[in-house]
């Protein structure tokens, strides 16, 4: 069964450091999602691909945030610097298009000390 | 008020209980309803998709849908130890929004 694959699976970093996720969605799905999802929370939209064309990054705090999907398959979510309050769960999502069920990868834990 | 009020529980209920979980949202603009699974430290697994008032129906689970209340819900037959988990409501139309989740145990 095709997954969306995610790495690292945890993450601790110190504050002020970089930081980087990945994201590898199901073959053929062209919309993918960056969530982050705090304990005790729903998941968040950070930003919205379709292909490679970002369509929804209101809520990416893009002085810190950053987030690319190059050749329209994987992305990769960045965090410079990264804060004390950026610890959560960072989730990769895809669906076939706008409007279809999304499929979650396993996440990244991070915790920023 | 929120766009969709979910209880948070936890919601305790013994092995073999019809479980029932609900969301209510006050955009009548949503267009589709989703349930999600969520088990500790791991990634929301997709348990039903619905576009439409009604039941829909899937193993063990049953999605109902209520757009003229909007209110949805999620019935779990014959439960588990297994679907002790955190249960999620998304509700779409241009953007998904996501409920904060209901904690349930099932005990043994």
């Known amino acids: 069964e095709a997954e969306v694959a995610q790495s690292p699976r945890y993450k601790i970093t110190e504050k002020s450091q970089a930081v980087a996720f990945w994201c590898d969605p199901i073959s053929g799905h062209a919309t993918l999602y960056w969530y982050r999802q705090i304990l005790g929370q729903g998941p968040e939209l950070l930003v919205q691909f379709q292909d490679e064309s970002v369509v929804d990054d209101s809520q990416l705090p893009k002085d810190r945030f950053s987030a690319e999907r190059l050749k329209g398959v994987d992305s990769t979510l960045k965090i410079q610097p990264a804060e004390l309050g950026d610890s959560a769960m960072y989730l990769c999502a895809s669906s076939l298009s706008e409007r279809h069920e999304q499929y979650f990868g396993p996440g990244t834990r991070l915790t920023v000390t | 008020q929120k766009e969709v009020e979910q209880d948070p529980g936890p919601l305790s209920v013994p092995e073999g209980a019809i479980v029932s979980l609900n969301c209510t949202y006050s955009n009548s603009a949503f267009q589709y309803f989703m349930w999600y699974r969520q088990y500790s430290r791991k990634g929301p697994e997709l348990l039903m998709y619905t576009y439409s008032s009604g039941n829909k129906e899937d193993g063990r689970f049953t999605a109902q849908v209520d757009k003229s209340s909007k209110y949805i819900s999620l019935f779990i037959r014959d439960s588990q130890p297994s679907d002790s988990a955190t249960y999620l409501c998304?509700?779409?139309?241009?953007?998904?929004?996501f409920g904060k989740g209901t904690r349930l145990h099932i005990l043994p």
């Open positions: 998304a509700l779409g139309d241009d953007k998904i929004i």
